[in-house]
């Protein structure tokens, strides 16, 4: 059971725009910890795709963005691609007992 | 360019002990923490254990605690997880990462541990 919780899966069409939510508590993302999303296409590595809530590494599109606010983050993915099919995990660090550095349990995007 | 290449994995029996070990370059390793994660078949995500850059601090999962051990060798720039006391639940490909300031901003292609009689 993942500290941080995303919907299983969410699903659109080519062109639309999609979002994920994140949503933590007050010791993870509501305490003022960053939260980071990554990128892991089929049978590949993890990617980093937002750091720091909102910035893109170079070479991301800036179809990819970020946003947070309160105890929960958000990826939005604009002008969806067949490309974009993958999981996308979110991540932060968590100051409770049990934390550490926590993700979120995965959402599937299905184009 | 930085890459970081895992090796170590393999079949081993429940009980049993495997070293990971992460081969860095194309960085200043000796600069950074770093980290392993994990992904059991089918699963998400797991953190396991961090070490900071000097090796003098480490950090485990709960699930790993006194099982598992991270050391690093700066001169060599690898990094190692000594794992004992396997279970059939530390089946999973480990992934070493970078800590590129509480993200990972990059990843080994991973090793795949299974761990079953």
């Known amino acids: 059971q993942s500290v941080l919780t995303q919907p299983p899966s969410v699903s659109g069409a080519p062109g639309q725009r999609v979002t994920i939510s994140c949503t933590g508590s007050?010791?993870?993302?509501?305490?003022?910890?960053?939260v980071h999303w990554y990128q892991q296409l089929p049978g590949t590595a993890p990617k980093l795709l937002i750091y720091?809530?909102?910035n893109r590494p170079s070479g991301v599109p800036d179809r990819f963005s970020g946003s947070q606010s309160g105890t929960s983050a958000s990826l939005a993915i604009t002008g969806l691609q067949a490309e974009d099919e993958a999981d996308y995990y979110c991540?932060?660090?968590?100051?409770?007992?049990?934390?550490?550095?926590?993700f979120g349990m995965g959402t599937k995007v299905t184009v | 360019e930085v890459q970081l290449v895992e090796s170590g994995g393999g079949l081993v029996q429940p009980g049993g002990s495997l070293r990971l070990s992460c081969a860095a370059s194309?960085?200043?390793?000796?600069?950074?923490?770093m980290h392993w994660v994990r992904q059991a078949p089918g699963k998400g995500l797991v953190w396991v254990s961090r070490?900071?850059?000097?090796?003098?601090?480490?950090t485990y999962a709960d699930s790993v605690k006194g099982r598992f051990t991270l050391s690093r060798d700066n001169a060599k720039n690898t990094l190692y997880l000594q794992m004992n006391s396997l279970r059939a639940e530390d089946t999973a490909v480990y992934y070493c990462?970078?800590?590129?300031?509480?993200?990972?901003?990059?990843w080994g292609q991973g090793t795949l541990v299974t761990v079953s009689s």
């Open positions: 991540q932060s660090y968590d100051s409770s007992l049990s934390g550490y550095y926590v």
């Open positions: 070490i900071n850059n000097d090796g003098s601090s480490t």
């Open positions: 720091g809530n909102t």
């Open positions: 194309g960085l200043t390793f000796s600069n950074y923490w």
């Open positions: 990462v970078r800590d590129g300031g509480s993200c990972y901003d990059y």
């Open positions: 007050s010791s993870n993302i509501g305490a003022g910890y960053d």
